[in-house]
């Protein structure tokens, strides 16, 4: 074996042995780098240099913004305000509620930009609602936990930031435009799940909403969205980038719960960033490692022999394309969203640019990919919370999101072989 060979083993093999064993991921990325650098005789410095540039960029400061704007969404009530506005739009439909949890899933997602914030947050509002109602808790935890995958595809989904830097700076506006209609489509689809299995067993209509209450459930639903419409609107605008778009959306946020609705007190504010901060904290961790991986994997020219080898396998690009979602939802059963797009996107993107395949309609489809991996067992952390919410067994709650888990593979064919519906809006935008 060449010692480019024998290097390539330590990385991978070292890099599966720590996660046989539970290491923390970014330890693992960082222990396999050094490993595979200290047999190449590489100054061992490298590493840190490495994970220093990895996060040493502007862009990465919209992150804090966008998990403390969904920390603050979720401590002050807004949410119950999503879910009401989600009732008066589609709680009169058969199976209304299951309608409603993917509704509210879709407008808080598309403020938090995180499934596991969207179904801590919605999901405990809606699961015991919908078992209040007479639904099976297991339903009721099944459509809540497909539908927060809305969460990672829609805007401003920190996840589609992590991609544009581990893509080597794709437009983030583009992006986040990508994901609009990607994130229609999969609420359409659960809807027309959720609507089948409603029907065959006999749930009822949601209760409506009283008259009277019809203009504040619209008011105070619209000021919950308002967040997301200032970092769209401020992006697409080109007014703010989307670190200044962030900023304004937290300070608004904050005002909203804090001051205006006051359902949580002002001392909640030091347990909210507390919680920010060890999320920001294992994020940028993250962040680093991955780029003093990334860079060993460069120096090992793997992304080349990736290439080569799925080329090698078949020059359609259709098949290519299958074998690659097939791989990323085997890996998305193990290993958790952030380190999937940091790790896989050097290594597979050469691949799809390779035929033409946009860079930002790879990063949806590698996104939700991911995200389809966080319902799967053994990291599926929207399973877990969601099962923990709804008070059912894992077993349970798996079998239960099955028809909505297919659902979701339906979408994720048509947004990878069909590249007008995700490039439609970033092309017009453009225009």
Not at 15 to 43: E, H, K
């Amino acid at each position: 074996m060449t010692s480019t060979s024998i290097a390539v083993t330590i990385l991978l093999v070292s890099f599966v042995a720590l996660i046989m064993l539970r290491f923390p991921i970014a330890l693992t990325l960082v222990i396999s780098s050094l490993l595979t650098i200290m047999f190449l005789d590489i100054p061992l410095p490298i590493i840190g240099q490495q994970m220093i540039q990895g996060v040493n960029s502007f862009s990465l400061l919209a992150i804090p913004f966008f998990i403390l704007t969904g920390q603050i969404m979720s401590t002050g009530g807004l949410a119950n305000r999503i879910v009401n506005l989600a009732i008066l739009l589609v709680g009169r439909i058969r199976g209304g509620l299951a309608m409603v949890n993917s509704v509210a899933s879709l407008f808080f997602g598309n403020i938090s930009g995180s499934a596991v914030a969207d179904v801590s947050s919605v999901g405990s509002v809606m699961i015991p609602m919908m078992k209040k109602n007479g639904y099976e808790a297991d339903y009721a935890v099944g459509v809540t936990i497909a539908s927060a995958i809305q969460g990672v595809v829609v805007p401003p989904s920190h996840n589609l930031v992590l991609y544009s830097l581990a893509a080597g700076g794709v437009s983030i506006a583009s992006l986040f435009m990508a994901g609009i209609v990607p994130g229609v489509i999969m609420l359409v689809a659960l809807c027309i799940t959720g609507y089948i299995i409603a029907r065959k067993r006999g749930y009822e209509k949601a209760a409506p909403v009283p008259k009277s209450q019809i203009a504040s459930t619209l008011i105070h639903g619209v000021l919950s969205l308002s967040p997301a419409v200032i970092i769209l609107g401020g992006i697409m605008s080109g007014v703010f980038t989307a670190t200044e778009s962030g900023a304004l959306a937290c300070l608004y946020s904050f005002v909203l719960a804090f001051v205006i609705y006051r359902e949580a007190p002002l001392s909640s504010v030091w347990p909210i960033l507390k919680r920010t901060l060890k999320t920001v904290s294992m994020v940028f961790f993250l962040i680093a490692a991955s780029a003093a991986f990334g860079w060993v994997l460069a120096y090992l020219q793997i992304p080349s022999m990736m290439t080569s080898l799925l080329l090698s396998i078949s020059d359609n690009p259709l098949i290519i394309l299958l074998i690659i979602n097939i791989l990323l939802l085997l890996l998305g059963a193990p290993m958790d969203m952030a380190p999937m797009i940091l790790i896989m996107t050097p290594i597979l993107l050469p691949v799809v640019t390779s035929f033409g395949m946009d860079p930002v309609h790879f990063g949806i489809v590698l996104i939700l990919n991911a995200g389809i991996g966080l319902l799967t067992p053994p990291v599926g952390t929207v399973l877990f919370v969601g099962c923990a919410i709804g008070k059912i067994s894992i077993a349970q709650g798996t079998k239960a999101m099955m028809p909505f888990f297919y659902a979701l593979l339906v979408v994720l064919l048509i947004i990878t072989y069909i590249p007008e519906v995700v490039m439609w809006l970033p092309n017009l935008m453009a225009d």
